[in-house]
């Protein structure tokens, strides 16, 4: 059977494979056939080993990824063929959906010299280092990210690569986080006068206030609203980790999130300032160290997701014990919030919360992102639940289910490629080597 028959029979509309039904979704039912028929030189067929299109459901295997226009029309059981169609033959490859990170900061890269880049580089010069990172993101198999704190030139890379001008990931941003003066995201290690000049135009205080910060981070052009809920670990002061925002401060940015279609994620360490999150409204939880039994009953009754970032933790644990270049008020926080966060993993699995993939790269080097699922695996995770926290829940965590996250038809031809079996070792995903993103080829090996 030939690709052109199966699209031009009326089979066409609902196909199956292995008893799954796959639609069409409407952008397929609404064209004409004379439309398909037309131009099939626009298709590609990937003929594969195997197919994981929906991750949590069983792969396929000896099946054809359909992709038409930078869009999957299907996968069908069996290698099909066309002379018009461009047809990749790695039927030695194992494919899944793009993979997506929920927590990354495409412009910096923690180092030595990290806290002087705010006094010594340009806006140019942010752009350009986030537009490498975006790459080498890219290239690592992640074909979306959701990049939750940074300066406004994350706005102009996240339109720059929708428009073609440089590669990258999809990117969903949130611009400068919410936080309290002199909180986790304010300025911090620096003479007076110049914390001023670095301070955020959305640091604020007081329910009227943290409302203006709010408005001013979807005028800047923010997806999703961050706040740093609670201390962390890298700002340069001894005000620990616990909560930072009053529960009338956190009810106002949510009220004035949903007012402005936003949702909102929390930075979140300790216990209390998860648990106020939460009960404020908050969808998400970034980090959520000190979470126990009690939280994940707040997680569920609040349908809350966690991004728990465990490889962010052993890399600042790394930095604290092997190097002196951290400051002393981080590396102390270093060491008591690190060794908790591949624990709270084990604990929220153990409990059900809802978890999304998420890194916390540009404090861990872009392009090793994958190495979070080797801490989900060893937290008590199977291989496809590790897989699927990357695709299903991650793409509607960041609002990108519609369109991302699954081989099914109508979505975007996001397609990732490893000769080994990820379901038997997930570190194959550790060097991915076929990247398709909106059917554009950027990795073939």
């Known amino acids: 059977m030939t690709y052109r028959t199966l699209l031009t029979s009326a089979a066409a509309i609902a196909f199956f494979i292995g008893g799954i039904g796959v639609a069409f979704n409407a952008f397929a039912q609404n064209d004409t056939q004379a439309k398909y028929e037309e131009n099939y030189e626009d298709y590609t067929l990937i003929h594969a080993g195997h197919v994981l299109a929906v991750p949590g459901q069983a792969p396929i295997q000896d099946a054809t990824i359909i992709i038409h226009k930078g869009k999957i029309v299907g996968v069908e059981k069996g290698f099909l063929d066309d002379e018009d169609a461009t047809i990749l033959d790695k039927r030695d490859m194992f494919f899944l959906p793009g993979l997506i990170d929920s927590h990354v900061h495409l412009r910096s890269e923690w180092s030595p010299t ?66 309290v003066s002199g909180g986790h995201g304010d300025a911090h290690g620096f003479k007076d006068d110049l914390l001023h000049m670095m301070r955020s135009e959305t640091v604020c205080d007081g329910p009227s206030d943290c409302r203006r910060a709010v408005r001013q981070a979807v005028k800047n052009g923010a997806d999703v609203i961050k706040i740093t809920a609670t201390g962390g670990v890298l700002s340069n002061t001894n005000a620990g980790t616990g909560q930072q925002f009053f529960d009338d401060e ?41 979470l126990d039994a009690t939280t994940a009953r707040l997680f569920k009754r609040y349908d809350a997701t966690l991004v728990p970032t465990i490889m962010a933790g052993m890399t600042v644990v790394d930095w604290a014990n092997n190097s002196d270049w951290l400051p002393p008020n981080s590396a102390k926080k270093a060491l008591e919030v690190g060794p908790q966060m591949q624990e ?40 496809q639940e590790a897989i699927a926290s990357a695709t299903t829940i991650a793409s509607k965590h960041i609002g990108l289910g519609d369109v991302i996250g699954t081989l099914e038809g109508g979505k975007y031809a996001d397609v990732i490629g490893v000769y080994g079996n990820p379901l038997n070792n997930i570190e194959e995903l550790l060097d991915v080597d076929f990247v398709m993103k909106g059917g554009i080829i950027y990795k073939n090996k």
């Open 344 to 383: 709270m993993a084990s604990i929220a699995y153990q409990n059900g919360i809802k978890i999304a993939f998420g890194t916390d790269t540009g404090v861990s080097k872009h392009g090793d992102n994958a190495q979070e699922f080797k801490y989900l695996i060893k937290a008590g995770m199977s291989e």
């Open 250 to 290: 956190l009810k106002a940015i949510v009220e004035a999130a949903t007012k402005m279609g936003r949702k909102v994620t929390a930075h979140a360490h300790g216990k209390t300032g998860i648990e106020s999150a939460l009960k404020a409204g908050v969808q998400s939880i970034e980090h959520g160290t000190y």
């Open 114 to 179: 990290s806290r002087w880049e705010p006094v010594t580089m340009e806006a140019g010069d942010r752009a350009f280092q986030a537009a490498k990172h975006a790459k080498t993101t890219l290239m690592a198999g992640f074909t979306a990210v959701q990049d939750v704190g940074g300066p406004k030139e994350i706005f102009a890379l996240k339109r720059a690569i929708n428009a073609g001008l440089v590669p990258g990931p999809h990117i969903q941003a949130a611009g400068s986080a919410i936080s």
